[in-house]
């Protein structure tokens, strides 16, 4: 289960839209059309699959400390 989330940027108005599942953890959501990080949460929708493809791909330095991290 997953929920998409459009944000509304409050600098330009854009309106974009995000996975849940797909935002960065520790990280400022920020609009791609201006870099503002001023944003509300426009609506919000329950999807209940999720693919693989909806999910970000780590880099390869996430992948490195998560397997440290499993090492240990």
Known sequence: MDIEIDFECRECGWV???????????KALKCPFCAGAS?????????????ETDLPEPSLGERLTVMSKIKL
């Not at 974009?16 to 953890?25: Q, Y």
């Open 39 to 51: 944003v509300t949460i426009r609506s919000e929708t329950v999807r209940e699959e999720v693919t």
């Open 16 to 26: 974009f839209g995000r996975s849940f599942l797909a935002l960065e953890h520790g």
